[in-house]
């Protein structure tokens, strides 16, 4: 009815009222109106004493239609608008309300900040749908296990050179250690491995992929099969066995799924950092990220089932250079040289035996080996001339006779030829 206010009430507000009414005109008594809308005796009177006093519009709550106090200003929600469009454009609602909170100073939580986000059409949530895979469960301690993978994307977005990040990942506690490199490769590997060795100690096994880093593609020769070889090393795959580290190889990037889900946090947390921080050379991403992993791991690791580490710390008279390396076998020439990569070198003094192992180690030196001991040598720059004493002498042409098979054989019956003359018919 025109000139009346119009009140908003729910069906259970409605049923309330309703009864109510029915107590203020004795129908039924308050006793018997508790048991009908679920409430007590007492919340019935003053239900029917604000009634009486407000009318119907006594049932509704009071603050209905008035702002919140807590209300967030909208004065703030357009600065928050304003700095997302311009500085955090393709950050996240969970890292952009980090940042808002630690450069900006302004304190929002990560769901309100999503809310504002869709309304301004800034943000689109996308449901993920993946296969069923079967679960695996954590290893219970640190260092049993440990997850390798390398990430190649444009972690500088242009300010510098294209790089990849070797990263680790320990199964059980979610420690990460990583180092950014320019390729993925075995010395990088072993560099990467390296550094993990040297910071937590030597992990009892190894997951990691297919990658011609870790697994060999080479096929096995008659002699390694005869000799009882399952299957040819990589070179990464060598240095771990003989540290005493187990290999697994996985079958598929979701059975290493804490590497890869790694790997998804950091290309889009890390890459963000980087820019922000104005990252734009290898040196200066590896330094950085020495920092960020200190306080990434302190958020993101969790405690493992057993607190008992399985690291191996390494004695300092142990070389582990002498592992991570290059190691390719040579036969010694009789003139006690042997090649390599297109190199000769002259070994100084007598060696045992024919075979050697030529080891390109990680700090660019190269060693000869020969039984665990390292063998003097050197290069050849130049090689001799060889001088060949044969002497050759002019051969006189050699003419053949008239009657030579060559001048002159036979094609048929009756029928000769003779070179540079006619086919002539002869006499029987």
């Given at each position: 009815m025109a000139g009346?206010d119009?009140?908003?009430?729910s ?6 009222l309703k ?8 129908r ?16 019935v009177?003053?239900?029917v004493?604000t ?8 049932i ?6 008035r ?8 004065k ?8 997302y ?8 609602p ?8 630690e450069?900006?100073?302004?304190r929002?939580?990560?769901?309100t900040l999503?809310?504002w986000?869709?309304e301004?059409s ?7 749908r993946?296969?069923h895979?079967?679960?695996?469960e954590?290893?219970?301690y640190?260092?049993?296990m440990i997850?390798?993978d ?6 500088l977005?242009?300010r ?17 250690f990583?180092?950014?490199y320019e ?15 040297n910071?937590y100690?030597?992990?009892q096994?190894?997951y ?12 096995l020769t ?9 299957e040819p090393?990589?070179q990464?795959?060598?240095a ?7 290999v ?13 889900r790694?790997?998804?946090i950091l ?7 980087m820019r ?10 590896n ?9 990434h ?20 008279n ?8 290059i190691k390719i ?12 990569n297109?190199?000769l ?15 390109e ?6 060693h000869?080996v020969?039984k665990?001991?390292?063998l003097?040598y ?16 002019l051969r ?9 098979p060559?001048?002159t ?6 029928v000769?030829?003779?070179k ?7 006499s029987v």
């Amino acid at each position: 009815m025109a000139g009346k206010d119009i009140i908003q009430m729910s069906l259970k507000e409605f049923k309330r009222l309703k009864v109510i009414q029915e107590v203020i005109e004795k129908r039924i008594n308050q006793r018997e109106a508790a048991l009908m809308i679920s409430l007590s005796e007492r919340q019935v009177r003053r239900l029917v004493r604000t009634i009486r006093k407000y009318g119907e519009k006594g049932i509704t709550h009071k603050s209905r239609g008035r702002p919140s106090p807590r209300k967030i200003p909208d004065k703030l929600k357009e600065n928050v608008i304003r700095l997302y469009t311009h500085k955090y454009h393709d950050f996240g609602p969970t890292l952009a309300s980090e940042k808002l909170s630690e450069i900006d100073n302004i304190r929002i939580s990560n769901e309100t900040l999503r809310k504002w986000l869709v309304e301004a059409s800034l943000w689109k949530k996308q449901r993920k749908r993946s296969t069923h895979r079967q679960w695996r469960e954590r290893k219970e301690y640190p260092g049993e296990m440990i997850q390798i993978d390398g990430s190649h994307h444009d972690w500088l977005e242009g300010r510098g050179p294209k790089l990849t990040l070797m990263a680790y990942i320990d199964d059980a506690t979610n420690r990460v250690f990583a180092r950014f490199y320019e390729y993925e490769g075995t010395l990088p590997a072993m560099d990467s491995f390296k550094g993990y060795v040297n910071q937590y100690g030597l992990p009892q096994s190894v997951y990691l992929d297919r990658h011609t880093t870790y697994k060999s593609t080479k096929k096995l020769t008659e002699w390694e099969e005869l000799e009882g070889i399952e299957e040819p090393l990589s070179q990464f795959e060598r240095a771990l066995a003989e540290l005493g580290v187990e290999v697994i190889h996985a079958y598929s990037p979701q059975a290493k799924g804490r590497i890869e889900r790694l790997f998804g946090i950091l290309q889009d947390r890390l890459v963000k950092e980087m820019r922000l921080n104005g990252v734009k050379t290898k040196e200066e991403a590896n330094e950085f990220l020495d920092r960020y992993l200190i306080e990434h791991n302190r958020r993101f690791s969790i405690s493992p089932t057993h607190e008992t580490d399985l690291h191996i710390r390494l004695s300092e008279n142990i070389n582990l250079l002498k592992y991570l390396c290059i190691k390719i076998e040579r036969t010694i020439r009789n003139d006690n040289t042997i090649a390599y990569n297109s190199k000769l070198y002259q070994i100084e003094g007598r060696v045992n035996g024919k075979r050697v192992f030529v080891e390109e180690r990680l700090d660019g030196s190269l060693h000869i080996v020969s039984k665990d001991l390292s063998l003097k040598y050197r290069e050849i720059t130049e090689r001799p001339k060889k001088i060949d004493t044969k002497e050759y002498k002019l051969r006189r042409r050699y003419i053949p006779s008239k009657d030579h098979p060559w001048r002159t054989f036979r094609f048929g019956k009756g029928v000769h030829r003779n070179k540079g003359e006619e086919l002539r018919e002869a006499s029987v």
